[in-house]
């Protein structure tokens, strides 16, 4: 009988957590560079959907300050969309960190 009540409460948290999951891909997170003259927004799934750059910061003999710009918000907004991901998923799990989760 217990086991069958644990079995239970593990289908409910998978059933929660492919809901989270699948909520994950419609949450945005910015990450931003130069004071926010380069934008990368990613999903909850780390997947960037956009990048905005002022036309202030692209000068066309200095393309290596860009790029560095365009490459810190890339990895900036990454590192938010994992930090929402295990926010989210954290909450479910009680914090155990679940191998495979992410």
Sequence with gaps: MKMDKMLKQVQKMQ???TL???????????????GGMVV????????I?????SKEVVDP??????EDLVLSAVRESIRLSKELA??????????FN?????
């Design 15 to 17: 059933a929660q957590m």
């Design 49 to 53: 959907v956009s990048i905005t750059i």
């Design 98 to 102: 679940i191998p495979g989760m992410f």
């Design 40 to 47: 990368a927004k990613a999903n909850g799934h780390g997947d």
């Design 61 to 66: 003999e200095d393309v290596e300050m860009l």
């Design 86 to 95: 295990e926010k989210r998923m954290g909450n479910l799990t009680g914090g």
């Design 20 to 34: 989270v999951q699948e909520s994950l891909a419609d949450e945005t997170v910015e990450g931003a560079s130069g």
